[in-house]
Every structure is written in C-alpha cells, then in structure tokens.
C-alpha cells in the first residue's frame, strides 16, 4: 500500500494542504511560479504550510548552527537552490510493480502534465532501466520534432548513464527481460549515434513535489 503524503500548495491557483498529488496538480499546473512540497506526516505539512515557503523552497532559511556539531547536520539538511522550473520542458518518470517487475514509463508536459508519449507494461525490467529508456526517449522525440527543451528526471542513475551512453546493471538477461534489454540496447545506440542540445536535468522531489509524471505509486 502507497504511504500516505500530504501536499503543501503555498502559491497556486488555491494554496493549501492536500492528501493526494491529482489534487495538488491542479493547483500548481500552468501556475507561473508555483511553489509546492510533498511531506511524510499531516504535522509536518501543516508546519510548513504555516512557515511558509522562504523556509522550504531554494536555499533553507538562515541555517544558523554554531557549532561543529550540528555542521553536518545542517549541510545535509540545506537545500541547494534549483532555480525555478522550466515548465516549457518534458518531465518523465517510471512506473513499476516489483523491481524487477513490469515496467512502464512516460513523458508529460511539465506545464499541463499532458502525456507526450508513453511505453509499456514491459515484461520485466527495473526501475533504473525504465529511467533510462524514459529520457532517451524524450532526447529521441524532441530532436525528432527540432526541439531543444529541457528534461526533468528524478533518477540521477539514470541521468548518469545518459552522459556515460551506457547502462550499469545487474539485471540478468534471458528470455524474460529480452524486451527491455532489446530497448535498452537500442537506445545506447541512439545515444552513441546521435547528438542533441537539451539539458537533462534533476527534478527536485524534495522542494517541488513529484515531478510531473508521477504514477503516484510510492
């Protein structure tokens, strides 16, 4: 069973607190400047709604420890400032039962969360994998259509084997994980074959929420 998380809307077309991410969507999508997060409990989201988003969003508010040792502490806890999200921009994500388990992904408008192109349920794969195939295959249809926008990943795996051109996994190739090996062996090639100009970039779930193309099954 999904955890539950609760959604703090500061600036939207209706700030406030939300229990599901469908809802909260429709506050921040198309919104210039939203500012939204996800919390684990109802307190935590009511206290930062309260705060509000200067202590949140971008770098965390004036982290005064004094001493040596809070300093690891408080660097591990301060957010680096992601800038603003490019919302002309193509978000993806994976979603999956069992890792490995089957495995589907899609890309989506980041302004409207309209799904550009999706694939799957694939047989069997891993998350990572799924990733993997999710950015290629945006980088793949934005040079198709002359495009230059911006990708947002939240798997820095995944991004990271995108500039390597090449995967790193463990998983096991047979009969039953032909089909995403097959994928991922093509879009390796695309990637050794093939140059592009868009930033692949890491969507910033801690201070933005799920990123756009969530399942919404964590």
């Known amino acids: 069973m999904a955890k539950q998380k609760y959604y703090v809307v500061w600036v939207g077309n209706q700030p406030g607190i939300y229990t599901n991410w469908g809802d909260c969507q429709l506050q921040v999508n198309q919104y210039n400047g939203a500012k939204f997060k996800a919390f684990e409990s109802k307190a935590e989201a009511e206290k ?36 603003e999200i490019d919302y002309d921009s193509i978000s993806v994500d994976v979603g999956t039962r069992g890792n490995p388990g089957p495995v589907e992904y899609k890309g ?5 969360g309209d799904i550009i192109f999706s694939c799957g349920p694939i047989q069997k794969g891993t998350n990572n994998l799924g990733e993997f195939l999710a950015i290629v295959h945006a980088l793949a249809y934005l040079k198709q259509i002359g495009s230059t926008k911006t990708v947002y990943s939240d798997s820095v795996n995944a991004m990271k084997w995108v500039k390597q051109k090449k995967v790193v996994s463990t998983l096991v190739r047979d009969e039953s994980t032909k089909e995403i090996w097959d994928l991922v062996d093509r879009a390796e090639h695309w ?28």
């Open 108 to 112: 989506v408008d980041t302004q409207t």
């Open 191 to 218: 990637l050794r074959t093939n140059t592009y100009e868009n930033k692949v970039m890491k969507w910033q779930t801690k201070i933005w929420g799920e990123i756009k193309a969530d399942y919404g099954r964590k």
């Open 48 to 83: 930062a709604y309260a705060q509000g988003w200067k202590s949140y969003w971008g770098q965390q508010s004036q982290n005064k420890a004094g001493t040596a040792s809070k300093t690891k502490r408080s660097s591990s806890a301060a957010l680096e400032d992601p800038g």
